[in-house]
C-alpha cells in the first residue's frame, strides 16, 4: 500500500496531503504542549513516513531525523521536507544502528509500532534506550484493548493492528530499562478512564546506563 498511496499508508483517515500534514502539525502540538520540544531538542521519529511530522517539527527543535524502512517514503520525505536542520534515513525496520548513542533528546513514534511483530518492537525500545541522552524522553502510541487470548495477525502481515495490554507496555519498557512517566490521550490530556481510541500514548524515560558500552558512530548529527 505504501508504494501505491504513500498518503493513506501513513495515516487511513487522510483524504489528501494537506490532511496528512494536518495530522502531523496536531501531533506536534501535543508534544509542545507537553514541554517535550525546544531549540536545543535533537528529535528521533521512528516511521516517519513522507515527512508529516517533520515538516512541522523542524521550527520547534534543533535537529530532526526520521527514519523509515521504506526508500520511496523517505524518497519522497527528503523532496517534501526541504529544512537545513532535518535528515531522513532509510532503516532495517527493527534498529535505529545509524544513530548515535546517547545522542537523541526525544525519540517518539506514531502509528508505527502497531503494525510490527511483538519481537520487533521489543527490539526498538531497547535501540530507544541506548540512541536516548541520560535525560532523554521518549514519547510513543501504541494500541491497548488487548484481549485474553486474541492472536495476532500473521508477522508478514504489514497493515494489521497489534494490541497491548497496559501490563505489556510496562513490561517493554522495563525490560528495555525505561520508566513510564505518564500515560495520555491522543489531545495530550492525561489518561483517567477507559475511552475507545484513548489512553494509547506513552511517555518514558531513561532508567539508567549501567552496563550499555558505546558503539562506533556512524551518523553524526549536528
Known amino acids: 500500500m505504501?508504494?501505491?498511496?504513500?498518503?493513506?499508508a501513513v495515516c487511513s483517515e487522510a483524504r489528501n496531503e494537506g490532511d496528512l500534514y494536518a495530522s502531523g502539525e496536531q501531533q506536534v502540538s501535543v508534544?509542545?504542549?507537553l514541554g517535550l520540544l525546544g531549540e536545543s531538542k535533537r528529535t528521533l521519529h521512528i516511521g516517519c513516513g513522507i515527512g508529516r511530522v517533520e515538516r512541522s517539527i523542524a521550527g520547534r527543535v534543533k535537529f530532526a531525523i526520521g527514519i523509515d524502512?521504506?526508500?520511496?517514503?523517505?524518497?519522497?520525505?527528503?523532496?517534501?521536507?526541504?529544512?537545513?536542520?532535518?535528515?531522513?534515513?532509510?532503516?532495517?525496520?527493527?534498529?535505529?544502528?545509524?544513530i548515535c548513542d546517547?545522542?537523541?533528546?526525544?525519540?517518539?513514534?506514531?502509528?508505527?509500532?502497531?503494525?510490527?511483530?511483538?519481537?520487533v518492537v521489543a527490539s526498538y525500545f531497547v535501540e530507544v534506550r541506548?540512541?536516548?541522552?541520560?535525560?532523554?524522553?521518549?514519547?510513543?502510541?501504541?494500541?491497548?484493548?488487548?484481549?485474553?487470548g486474541a492472536k495476532d495477525p500473521p508477522a508478514n502481515h504489514p497493515y494489521a493492528l497489534r494490541y497491548?495490554?497496559?501490563?505489556?507496555v510496562m513490561q517493554l519498557l522495563e525490560k528495555a530499562g525505561l520508566s513510564l512517566v505518564g500515560r495520555y490521550n491522543s489531545d495530550g490530556t492525561?489518561?483517567?478512564?477507559?475511552?475507545?481510541?484513548?489512553?494509547?500514548f506513552f511517555l518514558a524515560k531513561v532508567l539508567g546506563r549501567g552496563g550499555l558500552g558505546d558503539r562506533q558512530l556512524t551518523e553524526q548529527i549536528p
Open 130 to 148: 541506548r540512541v536516548l541522552k541520560a535525560d532523554g524522553e521518549f514519547f510513543f502510541q501504541i494500541p491497548v484493548d488487548r484481549l485474553p
Open 31 to 33: 508534544m509542545e504542549r
Open 69 to 98: 524502512i521504506s526508500e520511496r517514503m523517505v524518497r519522497i520525505a527528503r523532496r517534501k521536507v526541504s529544512a537545513d536542520n532535518v535528515s531522513f534515513l532509510v532503516n532495517s525496520g527493527r534498529d535505529l544502528r545509524s
Open 2 to 8: 505504501g508504494y501505491y498511496d504513500p498518503i493513506r
Open 164 to 168: 497491548y495490554a497496559p501490563d505489556e
Open 190 to 200: 492525561p489518561y483517567i478512564a477507559a475511552a475507545p481510541g484513548e489512553g494509547q
Open 102 to 119: 546517547q545522542s537523541i533528546d526525544l525519540c517518539y513514534s506514531f502509528i508505527a509500532f502497531q503494525h510490527m511483530p511483538r519481537g
